[in-house]
Structure formats: C-alpha cells, structure tokens
C-alpha cells in the first residue's frame, strides 16, 4: 500500500513536472515578435513574457509622457496590457483607454482589465465603467479584482458576479473571465475547485514566494492541470517603488525577473512607469534564458532566512496593501 501510495506521488510529480515544461518549451524567440511569448492556458492566445502593469502606469503625473512609454511598449513587442477598474480611481483605465484610442493600438494588445465587485449589478456596471474608459466595446480578459478575502469565491457565485461575467462574455464584450488575489494560496484553490473553468489566475510569483503561502507551489500545478493560464505579479514583491527584493534583499531586478520567468507562468506584469524601466525590461525579456535548477536553489537559499515570515510579503502578512473598496465591501476599518 505504501509502496502504490509512492508510485502515485511520483506519477502525479512527473505529470506536473511535464506540464510546466510544455509551458516553457512553447516560449517563442524573441526575433518572432520582439519580445518572446508564450500560450496563455486555454485561451490559445499568445502574450508576451512580461505585461506592462496598469496600476504603476497611472502613477505618472504626466499624462502624455504615460502615454508615450505605452506606445513604445506596443512598438517593443509587449501585449499584454494589466488593468483594473479601482485604479487611482479609473484614471489608470483613462490613460490607457487614450493611449489605445489611436492608430488602431488597441488591436495590437491583449487587454485586461478587473471587476471589484462580488454582485450582479455591480459587475455589470463595473464593465460598462471600465468599456468606457478604456475606449473599447469588448476586453479580451476580465477578472475578478483582489480575492483576498475567504469569502470572495462564494460571493462571487452566490451574489451574481459570474453570472455578470458569463451574460457579457456572451454578448461579446468580454472574450475570456479569470480572476486575482495577493493574500493566500487557499483563496486560489477554492476558486479553482468551484464548478467554473477559469481562462486565467493571477497571483504573487517572485522568489520569495516559493517559501511563504506559496502560489508557485500550491496553486500554479492546479492551474497547469486545469489549463489555467497563470498571470504573474508582485516580482520584486511590492510594498516599496523599487520593490522590497531590490530595496531589502538586494537582489538585482534581471535577478528576480529571470526567477520569475523560470517558471511555468504565461506572463509577468511588470510595473512600469519610465522609459528607462521598459528599456530595461524589454532588454531583459529579449535576453531571457530560463535558470537552471542549481541557479534556482542557490536564489532560494540566499533569501531562505528572510522568506518564511513573510516580512516582507506585506501583501500576504498584512491587511495593509488590501485595496480600500476591498475594505469597506468587508466591513474592514480603512485606517
């Protein structure tokens, strides 16, 4: 009995080993397309290996300079476009619904953007908001915003939510429906489990991750069974403008990149806010070379002693990066 129960964990290990390795193998060159892509789960489309990230493009008090960097990001090769409609409160939407408003941009991008309502209503008014701003009468991927909470998976079945999703996915305003969240890999497996084949999942991957309530661990193999395509963020783990691998663990941004797109994951959103940040990542996503397995355990042992508290994984250890419409749908203090 012991010796079957060993067979199958074995199995079940190469069966997940397999699938991330099809992930990478279907990488493209980036001489195809300027940046590589790689297949976004069962969608088929294919997106580039990193995403320029709504939230950090909206930071910008400049707007035309905004709208500059999101040009140059289409003319570099990057396609995947990261939004969400609670961004600097629509402005994020606004900016980006210009810049793809001219010269037929919007139909050189995969565009994303996020539902932060659980409810029918809501949801829907969230997507016609979000339509508006971003100057397009379909988006390729909505998801639902900022699952952090235990509940979000229920509410969105039981108050209406998918319901929205799958009415606008059929009337061809949305093509495919996925969803997010920064706070527990517990969240991801529940809605998962739900009785709903998700297009996409979006979750924290950065190299900390692998030690502290590990999505790469524990909910990227489901998604790979699933056929869920997996949208990294949180690379260089957030809480601080320079993110706090660089600014606390003083790792390189090629370092945690590279770690990151060593992974199984379709595309990193990156955040984005200069001309000299897209130089540099769109050099680094041209080089990319997957590490090695040595190269990745010798990452992880440096930040072993720093990882497994999540000290510095606020989003995960903290209410203090939960989004404040989040808050008040929960009934949460936004002090």
Not at 42 to 55: A, C, F, L, Q, Y
Not at 100 to 124: H, I, P, Q, W
Not at 170 to 195: A, C, S, V, W
Not at 210 to 224: D, G, I, K
Request: net charge positive; with cysteine.
């Amino acid at each position: 009995m012991a010796s079957e129960s060993r067979r199958q964990f074995v199995s079940r290990s190469l069966g997940a080993a397999a699938l991330a390795e099809q992930v990478l193998a279907q990488t493209s060159p980036a001489t195809a397309t300027g940046i590589p892509t790689r297949v976004l789960g069962r969608t088929g489309e294919r997106v580039s290996i990193i995403g320029i990230g709504g939230w950090h493009i909206g930071v910008h008090k400049d707007k035309a300079e905004s709208i500059r960097i999101m040009h140059a990001a289409i003319d570099e090769g990057i396609n995947f476009f990261d939004n969400a409609w609670d961004y600097h409160n629509g402005h994020s939407e606004e900016v980006m619904g210009e810049a793809l408003g001219v010269g037929g941009k919007r139909n050189k991008v995969f565009l994303m953007t996020k539902n932060c309502e659980r409810d029918y209503a809501g949801s829907r008014k969230n997507l016609e908001d979000s339509l508006r701003r971003l100057k397009t009468d379909h988006l390729d991927l909505w998801q639902f915003h900022e699952l952090v909470y235990d509940n979000d998976p229920d509410w969105i079945f039981e108050k209406g939510g998918l319901k929205a999703a799958l009415e606008a996915r059929k009337e061809g305003k949305i093509r495919y429906i996925g969803f997010t969240g920064h706070k527990d890999p517990r969240i991801h497996l529940k809605m998962l489990g739900k009785q709903h084949d998700w297009d996409t999942a979006q979750m924290p991957i950065n190299v900390l991750d692998a030690t502290y309530r590990s999505f790469q661990n524990e909910v990227v193999p489901v998604c790979l069974k699933k056929n869920v395509g997996v949208i990294g963020m949180k690379g260089l783990a957030g809480g601080h403008p320079q993110g706090r691998l660089l600014s606390h663990v003083h790792m390189t941004a090629e370092e945690c990149y590279r770690y990151c797109l060593s992974l199984p994951i379709s595309v990193q959103v990156v955040g984005i806010n200069t001309m000299e940040h897209l130089k540099a990542d769109v050099a680094l996503a041209r080089s990319f070379q997957p590490l090695t397995s040595q190269a990745k355990q010798q990452l992880l042992a440096r930040v072993k002693d720093e990882a497994g508290d999540g000290r510095h994984e606020l989003f995960k250890s903290t209410k203090n990066f939960d989004g404040p419409h989040h808050r008040r749908q929960h009934g949460f203090d936004l002090a």
